[in-house]
Each structure stands twice: as structure tokens, then as C-alpha cells.
């Protein structure tokens, strides 16, 4: 027994030492992501093995293998990975097939293959991954193609534009000495070998649109005095690319201690703030971003900075199509509207779907023009539909909506993250958190409080909830970076936070919606003036990363637009629900009243379904026309004289939102029958025909002229959407008497502003909401 014992040992030992024998001969191989990628941490997995790159075939290629390349890639792990030259096709040898890893392997090296070189692959079949954005802390890079670093790609784990302390206050920070994270720890770079086109490349990845000149002269003399740890290579940037993970790693530096630049100093960038974000609106910035009607916009985005492309052309919005879209077309995009370069390039109408024309298909852009209408493209769009409409996702500047207390400020007195008094902020890097959710069942929702001055010191406190609503939810979310607002709250009782943040330290708050953060919005001074009080009245809301959006077909208003004589007995139930106009009150009952008809066609365009915010429960009855409505005003339908003066109005609550008919592979989920679930979902449409109750607008006291017709959906905020501007639908209209056209209906949002000024009173498309 002793003896099998021993002889078991022996063999484990052997077996061992086997193993570290063969790991110690392991190939050693470099990585690489490489092709059409729509963000930096994804592409075709690439290999660098004795002295050339190759790919890797996508035969018996696993999650698990994907996972041990993004974390020898510096990842913390693998999203998915792709087959079939998902990102091209790659060149020179397949140097890997039959993949076979466990998911613990240090190296892709180590895992089970047919051996390097030995592939019955094409490079159709060129396998890719997708990697988590985020990094391994601390993470060493090992880089031992010493003399073959050409085609080798900057890895380092962060980024920073280090601000000096005059500078340190200003937000954001465009300028200062650049810094790299490798190993867990922050190094500079030389800049004998720096140029602008690598400084383009790091504005863009901190929010910017360029770089600037500055004065060295400061520097140089902070740099003779600053103790210093050089990175050990210099960076070869095209200006083109997205992140620096994507520029060409340069010759390696020498290390002799501070002598490793003898001839230089630290890299400094300076960098140009986009408009939303310059720090002033001085004479020079008044300059340099002068308004003009935008060739580009964003819409549909939760965030500042993403969104769905869209492109103006004679006049009119249209959309792109997600043919060859990527991460180079949408730096362009992000560069042009002021942001950074693109973190993502989104496809298939990730952002929702667009309405009217798709402009522009199968972009090629080089990186360095100043307006994605300067790329190439393939004007004809023929087969490509909403559903793949391009999208983005910017790099916008760090503003430190979001950022803790620095700990510079912690020997000042810090308690709970607050300074104790107002003077003492001047002296912490980054302003504080303003703002927060307290006291929800999850990160999304809460009471919303905010950081605000009381008696000479910075607490926590609520916000009156007068006058909140989703427009001021919306800021809030996007502000917190939680997406849209889903509900807005008036009373927050059952949402408990910290009792000593309850007086309330802001009120009055009005928003546009377009705010960055709430302190931005119309609100109180120092005099807060809340009459319930915070408490339970105290304004809360909850978050949520998708939101519907509902448009109405133009064209189906104008289609079936028509006029009715109904005698007053025959409109009862539709006089008693307020659809007829005041006059209809003191109307003879055997009198007639003339109705302007129309049938409405409502698409859901967005990333979730549209519910009404009431549930079932509390719906109203109605009986005269024996049906619930689970929103009491659902559209606005006007008629407005040519200076923007209201002649007619009626309104539709909705008794029935339902799915009528939907987009081919699309279930409907919403049926009104048997007091069913009512909503819109994503891809669906809701019809209310021209021959129901309240599907009209009164004009029998409208004299004969020229009019335009509105009709607004949503009017008054009540379900949040992702994009408002599209609820209103405007049209001309011509009415002799006795018969009327309509024409020219558009919905808003859709043509350039100048044809929007055919519209008077009515230019800026935005809804006055309460």
C-alpha cells in the first residue's frame, strides 16, 4: 500500500513537471483586434506568431475562447464572439484552427488547436469577439516582439488628461499633461515623437471635437520641477482613429530614469470644448460656433451625444442606412456635432426608428471630414427600410455629474461625501455629486435630492414637487445617466430615505427637457417656497434605458380629411365627453353641427411599448359610450389661423389604445376586447377611424379661410417618450364654407426650418406642457 502510495506521488510529480515543462515552450504570440468594427473592443481576433500577423478560424470557437482573448487583450472578459469574417476578411496565414479552450488559459496559445499554421480554413470564415469596455486594474501588458513592433496596437488600461492645479477647477478640462494607466500605475509620454494627429485621437476620446495650440512656456517650467515616470513607447496615430486602443504602438524608449525624454518633456494636450460644453460664450466661441441650420442631428437618444443619425437634404430629415456603418462614420458624425469620437456605431435602429426617406446608404468616410454629408456614399437606398437605421454613441466630456468627492477634499472636513461649508468646495477637484435617488427598490428610482446650501453648509435635501413633471424627470435620469424617465412622482411616501435630507432645498423647478442637469432648469433662488412641503410631497421618478415613441402618419390625416353635418341629437354621448365646441351648449337640439373628420394612425417608432401611465384600476368610466379611458387626453386636434391664433379645438381621450395592425414578424400584444391590456407596442400602429365619436375638430362657427391644421399626440407629457418633437402633426388647410382642403401635412420635426417658417407661430415645433 505504502508503495502505491509513493509510486502515485512519483507520477503526479512527473506529470507535473511535464506540464510546467510544456507551458515553459509555450509559443509566445501577441493579439490583436482588427476590422470593421462599430466600437474599439471589438473586431477580428488577430495573431502576432513568429514575425507575422494572422487570423484565427472560426471552427469549434467558443465563449470560452473569446474569454481568454479579451483578458490577454487587457479585458475584464468576452460579451460574445462572431463567426464568418463577421468583421472582414483578414489577410496573410490562418494561424489557428479546432480552438478548444477552457476559459481559464492565460493565453490563446495555451488552448487545444491543430497547431499554429495547420488550417483547412478560409478567410470567410475569420472569427471575431467582442470584449467588456472594461479594463483588468493593474493589468501588465506583456510586449515581447521587441523588434517587430510594426502592426502592434496601443494597449494601456486608462486614459487621462492630467490638469495642472490653475486648471484643475475648470470644467471640463481640456488641458494639461497626458497620462496613461499600464501596470496599475500613471505614466507620461515623450513628446519627441508626438504630433497633432495623436493629440486628435485623445481629445476625441475625452469628449472633444480637436485639438488647440497652447503655451508651453508654463509647462516646460512644470515639467523642470515634477518628478517623472515615462511610458517606454511613443504612439503612431493616423488622426482617424476613434480610441488610442486603435493607434500603432511607436519605437520603444529607452529607460534611463528622468533622462528617458532628454530631448522633450511630457506630452500636453490641449483640446477645443464642443458648444454644449465650452466653458464661456466669449467673442472667440461666438465665432467659432455660429448658428446655422445643421446639416446632422441626433435624435432618440437618452444621453447627451447618442442617437439616431439623421441627415437634411431639400429640405427634408431623413435617416441613414447601417450598410457598411462604422466606428469611422460615426466619429465623423460625433466630431461634426461637437462631441468626441464614437464609443459605439450603432445599426438596426438601435436608437428607434426614423420616419421619411433614408438619404444616405453604404458610407465611407476617411475620418478627417468636417461633415458626414462629405463622405462617400450610395445615394440609392433601395432596399433598405427603418428598421436599419444608424445610430451612435459619442464620447462626451467628464462634467463630474456623476463623480465623488475627491480626496483632496478629504482633509477639509469631509463628512458623508460633503464639504462642510460652501468656501471649503473651491478647494476639491471636481464638483459634487448634485444630485441623487434615495430610498427605491432598485438604482432607477427614488426621491430625488439634491446638494444644496442651508444656513451656510452644503446637506442633502428634497425638491418641492409643484409643478414636477416627466420633462423634469427626464433631466434628472438623463443627468444621473439612468436613460429616460419612465414616471414622474408628486408624492414619494413610500420611498423612505435618510430622514436628515428632508427639508426641501429646491423649488419651482421648470425644465425644457433639454437641461444637462437639473441646477440648469428654471427654479427658485435662495428663497425656497414649497407649500406642502417635502416629505412625503417630495419630487421622485424612475429610470429606465428604453423609452416608446410615438409619430402620427401625416399622410393618413391628410388622405381621409373630410366634412360632416351631424344633427346635436346625434351627438349626445360626444357632447357630453367636451367634444364639440362651447357654443354646441347652448345649440338647439334638431340644429346641426359641422365636424372637420379625419382618422389618426399612430406609430410606435421607439425601443419599448407605449402604456398608459394609469392603471386599469383607476381608469374613468364612461357611460354614455359604455368604455373606460386610461388616458383622459390622449391627442390635441386645432385649427389655427395662419399668425398661430387657436379658431377650433377638440380633443380624444383614449378609450382604446390597441394594436391595429403591425410591422410583418411582429406579435400584437394589445387588444382592447373583453377589457383587455391596452398600448402600442414597439413596431405597431394604433388606428382611431375618422367615424368614431371625438375622431374630429367642431368648426361650425369657423369663418371661410386659409388654416392649419394641428394635431398633437401625448399633449400633455403624460407617458414619457424618447423624442417629443415628432408628437405634432401640422397641415394647410382651405375652407370655402362648404368644402375644405387639406395639404402639405408634415409631421414635426421632419423638414429644414426654413420650411418651417411657412408655418407662423409655430416654428420651433416645441409643446408648451402644462
Known amino acids: 500500500m505504502l508503495r502505491l502510495a509513493v509510486f502515485c506521488f512519483l507520477l503526479y510529480t512527473l506529470l507535473v513537471a511535464s506540464s510546467a515543462q510544456s507551458d515553459s515552450n509555450q509559443p509566445v504570440i501577441q493579439l490583436r483586434l482588427a476590422g470593421e468594427k462599430k466600437k474599439h473592443y471589438e473586431g477580428r481576433v488577430e495573431v502576432f506568431y513568429n514575425g507575422e500577423w494572422g487570423t484565427v478560424c472560426d471552427d469549434d470557437f467558443s465563449i470560452y475562447a473569446a474569454q481568454v482573448v479579451c483578458r490577454e487583450l487587457g479585458f475584464t472578459g468576452a460579451e460574445s464572439w462572431s463567426p464568418s469574417a463577421k468583421y472582414g476578411k483578414g489577410e496573410g496565414r490562418i494561424w489557428l484552427d479546432n480552438v478548444h479552450c477552457t476559459g481559464s488559459e492565460k493565453s490563446l496559445a495555451h488552448c487545444e488547436s491543430n497547431g499554429f499554421g495547420v488550417s483547412d480554413c478560409k478567410h470567410s470564415e475569420d472569427v471575431g469577439v467582442v470584449c467588456s469596455s472594461k479594463r483588468i486594474p493593474g493589468f501588465k501588458f506583456i510586449r515581447n516582439q521587441a523588434n517587430s513592433q510594426e502592426g502592434l496596437t496601443v494597449q494601456v488600461e486608462e486614459v487621462r488628461i492630467r490638469a495642472t492645479y490653475s486648471h484643475r477647477k475648470r470644467i471640463p478640462i481640456t488641458e494639461g499633461f497626458l497620462e496613461v494607466k499600464d501596470g496599475g500605475k500613471w505614466r507620461q509620454i515623450c513628446n519627441e515623437d508626438w504630433n497633432q494627429k495623436n493629440s486628435r485621437v485623445i481629445c476625441g476620446m475625452q469628449g472633444f471635437p480637436g485639438e488647440k495650440r497652447f503655451n508651453t512656456r508654463p509647462y516646460k517650467l512644470l515639467a ?250 427626464m433631466v434628472v435620469c438623463r443627468q444621473l445617466g439612468l436613460g429616460f424617465a419612465s414616471n414622474a412622482f408628486q408624492e414619494t411616501w413610500y420611498w423612505q430615505g435618510d430622514s436628515s435630507a428632508d427639508p426641501v432645498v429646491m423649488s419651482g423647478v421648470r425644465c425644457s427637457g433639454t437641461e444637462l442637469t437639473l441646477e440648469q432648469c428654471l427654479h427658485h433662488g435662495k428663497h425656497v417656497a414649497c407649500p406642502k412641503g417635502g416629505g412625503r410631497f417630495a419630487a421622485g421618478v424612475s429610470c429606465t434605458m428604453t423609452a416608446p415613441d410615438l409619430v402620427l402618419n401625416a399622410q393618413v390625416v391628410e388622405q381621409t380629411t373630410y366634412l360632416e353635418d351631424r344633427p346635436m341629437y346625434a351627438l349626445q354621448c360626444a357632447h357630453e365627453e367636451r367634444c364639440l365646441s362651447g357654443s354646441a351648449d347652448k345649440a338647439d337640439p334638431s340644429s346641426y353641427r359641422r365636424l372637420l373628420r379625419f382618422s389618426s394612425q399612430i406609430h410606435n417608432n421607439g425601443q419599448s411599448d407605449f402604456r398608459p401611465r394609469a392603471s386599469p384600476q383607476s381608469w374613468v368610466w364612461h357611460d354614455c359610450h359604455r368604455h373606460y379611458h386610461s388616458m383622459e387626453v390622449f391627442t390635441h386636434y386645432d385649427l389655427m389661423s395662419l399668425n398661430g391664433t387657436k379658431v377650433a379645438e377638440g380633443h380624444k381621450a383614449s378609450f382604446c389604445l390597441e394594436d391595429t395592425y403591425c410591422d410583418e414578424g411582429i406579435q400584437k400584444r394589445y387588444e382592447c376586447a373583453n377589457f383587455g391590456a391596452q398600448g402600442i407596442t414597439v413596431g405597431c400602429w394604433d388606428t382611431y377611424r375618422h367615424d368614431i365619436d371625438c375622431q374630429w375638430i367642431d368648426i361650425t362657427d369657423v369663418k371661410p379661410g386659409d388654416y392649419i391644421l394641428q394635431v398633437v399626440i401625448n399633449p400633455n407629457y403624460e407617458v414619457a417618450e424618447s423624442d417629443y418633437t415628432n408628437n405634432i402633426m401640422k397641415c394647410r388647410s382651405r375652407y370655402d364654407g362648404h368644402r375644405i382642403w387639406t395639404y402639405n401635412c408634415h409631421t414635426g420635426g421632419t423638414l429644414s426650418s426654413e420650411t418651417e417658417e411657412t408655418f407662423p407661430g409655430l416654428l420651433t415645433n416645441q409643446l408648451s406642457h402644462r
Open 224 to 473: 523642470s520641477r515634477r518628478k517623472k515616470n515615462y511610458w517606454g513607447f511613443s504612439i503612431n496615430c493616423t488622426g482617424n482613429e476613434a480610441d488610442l486602443s486603435d493607434c500603432k504602438l511607436g519605437r520603444e524608449i529607452e529607460q534611463k530614469g528622468n533622462s528617458t525624454c532628454g530631448k522633450g518633456m511630457p506630452v500636453v494636450v490641449s483640446c477645443v470644448p464642443g458648444r454644449v460644453f465650452a466653458p464661456s460664450v466669449s467673442i472667440g466661441f461666438r465665432k467659432a460656433y455660429r448658428v446655422e441650420q445643421p446639416l446632422v442631428r441626433l435624435r432618440g437618444g437618452a444621453m447627451i451625444g447618442e442617437g439616431r443619425v439623421e441627415v437634411l437634404k431639400n429640405g427634408e430629415w431623413g435617416t441613414v442606412c447601417d450598410d457598411n456603418w462604422n466606428i469611422r462614420a460615426a466619429t465623423v458624425v460625433c466630431r461634426e456635432l461637437g462631441f468626441g469620437s464614437a464609443k459605439e456605431a450603432l445599426t438596426g435602429a438601435r436608437m428607434g426608428q426614423g420616419i421619411g426617406p433614408v438619404h444616405m446608404n453604404e458610407v465611407e468616410c476617411s475620418g478627417f471630414e468636417k461633415s458626414l454629408t462629405e463622405c462617400y456614399f450610395n445615394p440609392n437606398s433601395l432596399g433598405c427600410s427603418h428598421e436599419e437605421d444608424a445610430a451612435v454613441k459619442c464620447n462626451v466630456p467628464a462634467m463630474g455629474f456623476h463623480n465623488r468627492v475627491s480626496k483632496l477634499c478629504l482633509p477639509y472636513r469631509i463628512k458623508n461625501y460633503v464639504c462642510v461649508t460652501v468656501r471649503e468646495m473651491s478647494k476639491c477637484i471636481y464638483p459634487f455629486p448634485q444630485l441623487r435617488l434615495s430610498g427605491g427598490r432598485n438604482p432607477y428610482e427614488g426621491r430625488v435630492e439634491v446638494l444644496g446650501e442651508r444656513n451656510g453648509s452644503l446637506v442633502w435635501g428634497t425638491v418641492c414637487s409643484d409643478s414636477w413633471g416627466t420633462m423634469e424627470a
